[in-house]
Structure formats: structure tokens, C-alpha cells
């Protein structure tokens, strides 16, 4: 077979195509970059940006209603007319219109755009080049935009640049995730401290309530899974289940306490406890959220409960499945003044209310659920 009289060029000769390597970042970006990979903060993601794409300022920012808020600012905030906490709004920046695509990112040269050029901010900042990407979550929610900026053009601006941008974007996107868990973990816990304080407290004065009450929740979590609620949804179901009779704290001992049937004005007095309850959660801020669910937990599907009469599903959800819970554990409990029924006989009566005192999709729930037991 006759060799190619085509040369060979060995691998030291072999010159690599500029465009193939321009979005790739070099050995020393990469060890910046790494070294923000492994000590993670927004504040040292934003100094890398601009220290690598050599800009004056650089900014993560927050789209707020019509506003782009500079939430964490790196750079010469002052020459610019801006800092940290500054609130622009969205038409007059160059990030809106680099997401609508009306410019080209990145801008090397501002006032060699015509698009650029006549905005108010391009002459009141004296800004020459600006470069901007997404900080999107990984959930698909859009956060705002990672940004560099400078006051002179400049022409070396390029797809690499914007990748680096990339990259540091989505460390930025990772740690706001974090820091939301971190929040969120925090808010839970103070949620539990909170919640298992007030139990407590209706516990020191009626044990009854208090184990009724997590029997409930075993239950409503059952009916709430089964119903397909999301994870977040259960679990204000499961905590109001836990703090439904909590206004009780207010009903006097005599009422609390009594063995024998409740006069009318006694009746009336037991009737406020969901108010109270929802008026206690509300002075909580880590509470507050489940007032209306608890103030709304002994109305019925017909209209005809307290103490708003509200009907059907104008009725939270988290309350019409504790009522018809807390409903079904009341009547399968002795109590002092009469004896508990059977399941089967409270099933019956459960099924018998559905649609007139109980929401029949959470009754129906709930019957399949005994059921299945």
C-alpha cells in the first residue's frame, strides 16, 4: 500500500484552532476558580469574577418585582453610583436587555452599541464595556444576574469571559440554595421549639388534649399522604393537627374540667377556642402561617360551623382533614361523661356526615384508611 503523500505533523507541531479553545478558561482561572469550588461564598465567587475578567466592579443582583436589587457588590461601588442594597429598575438596566437579546453579551465596547449607548446610565456611570449571565436555581427558578462592568471598553471582552461567568453563576446558584436550606432548617427548628412549647403548656392542664392530639396527627398524616399533598402541604396539616386544640388554654377549668354536660354559656366559651388558638399561633412569627387553618378547624363542609361559618373548600385543607380526624379519635375515646364507640360504629358515623359536616373527598380518605389499618 503507497503512504499518504500527504505531511504528518508530530504532536509538538500540532497547533490547536483559537476558536475550539475560547470559551475554555486558563490553568491560573482554573486554579482561581477551584479554589472558590472549594471554599464556597458568594462574596469570594463575585471577587473572582471580577479579578479574572479585569473589570472595575462586579455584582450579583436579585430581580424584585420591576427591580434589580445589587445584593453582594466587589469593586469600585462608588464610581459607578452604586452599593450593595442599591435598587435599579429592571428597564433602565443592561441585564434585561441582554436577556430580552437585545444586545449582545458581552458588550466590549457600550457606546459602540446604539442599543447601549442611549441609555441614561451608560453617560451617568461613564461605563465603557459590561458583561452580564443568569443565576438560575437548579429547581428552574430564575434568582438575577452575576454582572461585570467597567469604565473603559474593552476589546479583549469575549466568549471566554461569559464562561467564566457561567461557572462562577452556578457556584453562586448552589450557594443561595445552601444558604435557603440552612434558613429553612432554622425556621423548622423554631417551629418545633415553638410548637412542642405550647403542647406543653395545654398538657399541664388537660393530658387528654395532648395525647388526643398526637393521635391525630398520626392519623392526619396518613389521610394527607394518601390524598397526594406534597411533602410542605403534610406538614402544616401534621402541625395544626398538633396545635388544633391549643385556644383551649384559655377556656377556664371549671368548663375544661367539667364531668357532666356543658350548659349553653359553657358551650359558648369552648366555641372561641379556635379563634384563641389562631390569635396564640399568629403572635408567633415562626407560627403564624398555620392562624387561619386553626381558626378554621371546626367549621363544616355545609356552612353550618364556627366560627365563621365558612362551606366547602373555601375551608383549608389542613382544616378539613384534622376535623374529621380529630372527630373520628373523639368518638372512638372514653371521655368522663360518656363511653367511647366502636371503629365501626364511629366509621358509620363518619361516613354518615360526609358531605354535610365533613369534606367528603377527606372523609372518604379517611373511612379508606381505617380500612386498610
Known amino acids: 500500500m503507497t503512504p499518504?503523500?500527504?505531511?504528518?505533523?508530530?504532536?509538538?507541531?500540532?497547533?490547536?484552532?483559537?476558536?475550539?479553545?475560547?470559551?475554555?478558561?486558563?490553568?491560573?482561572?482554573?486554579?482561581?476558580?477551584?479554589?472558590?469550588?472549594?471554599?464556597?461564598?458568594?462574596?469570594?465567587?463575585?471577587?473572582?469574577?471580577?479579578?479574572?475578567?479585569?473589570?472595575?466592579?462586579?455584582?450579583?443582583t436579585e430581580f424584585v418585582g420591576n427591580d434589580q436589587i445589587l445584593r453582594v457588590v466587589d469593586g469600585e461601588s462608588a464610581s459607578?453610583?452604586?452599593?450593595?442594597?442599591?435598587?435599579?429598575?429592571?428597564?433602565?438596566?443592561?441585564?434585561?436587555?441582554l436577556l430580552d437579546g437585545r444586545l449582545e453579551n458581552p458588550v466590549a465596547d457600550v457606546k459602540a452599541q446604539e442599543e447601549s449607548r442611549t441609555m441614561p446610565i451608560t453617560e451617568?456611570?461613564?461605563?465603557?464595556a459590561f458583561t452580564s449571565v443568569?443565576?438560575?436555581?437548579?429547581?428552574?427558578?430564575?434568582?438575577?444576574?452575576?454582572?461585570?462592568?467597567?469604565?473603559?471598553?474593552?476589546?479583549?471582552?469575549?466568549?471566554?469571559e461569559v464562561q467564566i461567568l457561567y461557572l462562577l453563576a452556578r457556584m453562586i446558584a448552589d450557594q443561595i440554595e445552601r444558604?435557603?436550606?440552612?434558613?429553612?432548617?432554622?425556621?423548622?427548628?423554631?417551629?418545633?421549639a415553638g410548637v412542642s412549647a405550647l403542647i406543653a403548656a395545654v398538657e399541664a392542664r388537660d393530658s387528654y388534649t395532648g395525647e388526643h392530639s398526637r393521635f391525630v396527627v398520626d392519623l392526619v398524616t396518613r389521610v394527607a399522604e394518601a390524598m397526594g399533598l406534597p411533602p410542605h402541604a403534610t406538614s402544616e396539616v401534621q402541625q395544626v393537627a398538633l396545635l388544633h386544640d391549643i385556644g383551649k388554654l384559655a377556656v377556664p377549668d371549671s368548663v375544661l374540667n367539667n364531668l357532666g354536660r356543658l350548659s349553653e354559656q359553657e358551650w359558648d366559651l369552648m366555641r372561641q377556642h379556635p379563634s384563641i388558638g389562631a390569635r396564640i399561633v399568629a403572635s408567633l412569627p415562626d407560627l403564624a402561617?398555620?392562624?387561619?387553618?386553626?381558626?378554621?378547624?371546626?367549621?363544616?363542609?355545609?356552612?353550618?360551623g364556627y366560627p365563621d361559618g365558612l362551606a366547602g373548600r373555601s375551608i383549608p385543607v389542613a382544616s378539613r382533614i384534622v376535623f374529621v380526624c380529630d372527630a373520628y379519635h373523639a368518638m372512638i375515646s372514653d371521655r368522663p361523661y360518656r363511653r367511647a364507640l366502636t371503629a365501626e360504629q364511629a366509621a358509620r358515623e363518619i361516613a354518615g356526615g360526609a358531605g354535610t359536616q365533613?369534606?367528603?373527598?377527606?372523609?372518604?380518605?379517611?373511612?379508606?384508611?381505617?380500612r386498610t389499618a
Open 134 to 160: 443568569p443565576v438560575v436555581l437548579t429547581d428552574g427558578r430564575f434568582y438575577g444576574t452575576l454582572c461585570c462592568i467597567d469604565h473603559q471598553p474593552q476589546a479583549a471582552l469575549g466568549s471566554r
Open 179 to 192: 444558604d435557603e436550606l440552612q434558613s429553612e432548617r432554622q425556621r423548622l427548628l423554631a417551629e418545633t
Open 358 to 370: 365533613f369534606c367528603p373527598d377527606c372523609a372518604q380518605t379517611l373511612l379508606d384508611q381505617i
Open 124 to 128: 451617568a456611570s461613564n461605563v465603557g
Open 4 to 60: 499518504s503523500t500527504h505531511s504528518q505533523k508530530g504532536p509538538s507541531e500540532i497547533t490547536p484552532r483559537p476558536d475550539l479553545l475560547a470559551g475554555i478558561p486558563d490553568r491560573l482561572d482554573l486554579d482561581q476558580l477551584g479554589a472558590v469550588a472549594r471554599h464556597p461564598s458568594i462574596g469570594r465567587a463575585v471577587s473572582s469574577a471580577r479579578e479574572l475578567l479585569h473589570m472595575d466592579l462586579a455584582y450579583v
Open 80 to 97: 459607578f453610583g452604586v452599593w450593595t442594597g442599591s435598587a435599579i429598575p429592571l428597564a433602565d438596566t443592561y441585564c434585561q436587555r
Open 289 to 304: 402561617h398555620l392562624g387561619s387553618a386553626i381558626r378554621a378547624e371546626h367549621e363544616r363542609w355545609d356552612g353550618c
